[in-house]
């Protein structure tokens, strides 16, 4: 079973630029799919990117694509998000997600993903 941890999260201007990270152990993390999403306050968890296991094909929310890169380093078991121009509505709890699922879809619901992390807060003021 795999446990994942975040960090990268903190206070940013708007405009601004950040760089989360998703260590992951206790598993074979080459082998998951892996996520991210975010949860603003108040409202429900969603889906931003996602990486296959082999890091070559990469998958984005239509309203994030232009602003938000995930990337992986298998040896290092960490998965990335760089996000830049970021806005005041990017403000959220970030989770790294982990599945099973070994294909190349585009997996976006939340119930495809069993293993979370913590989440790292990101707070982007004006």
């Known amino acids: 079973q795999v446990q994942l941890v975040e960090s990268g999260g903190g206070l940013v201007q708007a405009g601004g630029s950040l760089r989360l990270y998703c260590v992951a152990s206790g598993g074979d993390f080459s082998r998951y799919y892996m996520a991210w999403f975010r949860q603003a306050p108040g409202k429900e968890r969603e889906f931003v990117a996602a990486?296959?296991?082999?890091?070559?094909?990469?998958f984005y929310a239509d309203a994030l694509k232009d602003r938000v890169t995930i990337s992986r380093d298998n040896a290092k078991n960490t998965v990335y998000l760089r996000m830049h121009s970021l806005k005041r509505e990017d403000t959220a709890v970030y989770y790294c997600?982990?599945?099973?699922?070994?294909?190349?879809?585009?997996?976006?619901?939340?119930?495809?993903?069993?293993?979370w992390g913590q989440g790292t807060q990101v707070a982007v003021s004006s």
């Open positions: 990486i296959t296991w082999s890091g070559g094909s990469q």
């Open positions: 997600a982990a599945s099973d699922y070994n294909g190349s879809e585009y997996l976006s619901a939340i119930s495809e993903y069993r293993y």
